[in-house]
């Protein structure tokens, strides 16, 4: 039980995909100017990475014992784009207005790198079943996390527009600030081991 607490805070604060590792980023920036959008792309990505973990773990033990295993990527990609169809459909029948301020970054899901890093990196560790859904589930909370945290950054407008230098202004600052939140997470290294 204790490496299952290790697995998920880990990846949580020390290898948050969004934070450290990188993985999801144009949704991290796109999505997070409102606090909404942010809880609701959070939400998905932890249904999405919790059910692609469900199923991609399963699938590779079969790629593994027919000696497949390089066709990996591809099953996964496919896998996750029907995923991402299925919380697509639900959303437009049960959740249209987080449906319609998702935009198109609900359907970038699809290609979110954040999923199938989870995914592949699960494998890659020798994480049991149970570890691995473990893993996954914290890596879409982590993703959560992050978007939330930015998302009240962006929304409080912590800086100043007037007192930007004009080269500064708009994307370089979201960036600067998206980088200054990165390097608050390097506190948690070494946290979890």
Same mark, same amino acid.
């Given at each position: 039980?204790? #490496?299952?607490?290790?697995?998920?805070?880990?990846?949580?604060?020390?290898? &948050? %995909?969004?934070?450290?590792? %990188?993985?999801?980023?144009?949704? %991290?920036?796109?999505?997070? #100017?409102?606090?909404?959008?942010?809880?609701? *792309? $959070? $939400?998905?990505?932890?249904?999405? *990475?919790?059910?692609?973990?469900?199923?991609?773990?399963?699938?590779?033990?079969?790629? &593994?014992?027919?000696?497949?295993?390089?066709?990996?990527?591809?099953?996964?990609?496919?896998?996750? +784009?029907?995923?991402?169809?299925?919380?697509? *459909? @639900?959303?437009?029948?049960?959740?249209?207005?987080?449906?319609?301020?998702?935009?198109? @970054?609900?359907?970038?899901?699809?290609? #979110?790198? +954040?999923?199938?890093?989870?995914?592949? #990196?699960?494998?890659?560790?020798?994480?049991?079943?149970?570890?691995?859904?473990?893993?996954?589930?914290?890596?879409?909370?982590?993703? *959560?996390?992050?978007?939330?945290?930015?998302?009240?950054?962006?929304? !409080?407008?912590?800086?100043? !527009?007037?007192?930007?230098?004009?080269?500064?202004?708009?994307?370089?600052?979201?960036?600067?600030?998206?980088?200054?939140?990165?390097?608050?997470?390097?506190?948690?290294?070494?946290?979890?081991?």
């Amino acid at each position: 039980m204790v #490496n299952l607490i290790v697995i998920f805070m880990a990846v949580v604060l020390v290898n &948050n %995909f969004l934070l450290s590792q %990188f993985l999801g980023v144009c949704s %991290f920036l796109g999505v997070s #100017n409102k606090m909404s959008s942010s809880v609701g *792309m $959070g $939400g998905a990505v932890i249904f999405v *990475m919790f059910i692609a973990e469900l199923v991609t773990w399963p699938i590779q033990q079969l790629l &593994n014992k027919f000696e497949i295993g390089y066709l990996q990527t591809v099953v996964f990609i496919l896998v996750i +784009a029907s995923l991402v169809q299925f919380v697509e *459909m @639900f959303m437009k029948k049960f959740l249209p207005a987080l449906q319609k301020a998702l935009g198109i @970054f609900l359907p970038l899901i699809t290609t #979110n790198c +954040a999923i199938l890093g989870a995914t592949i #990196n699960a494998i890659n560790y020798d994480y049991t079943y149970l570890q691995s859904i473990v893993y996954a589930v914290g890596a879409g909370v982590g993703y *959560m996390v992050a978007m939330v945290l930015f998302a009240g950054v962006r929304e !409080e407008k912590l800086w100043d !527009e007037s007192g930007v230098p004009t080269p500064f202004k708009g994307v370089p600052m979201v960036l600067i600030s998206a980088t200054i939140l990165s390097l608050s997470f390097m506190g948690f290294t070494g946290l979890f081991q």
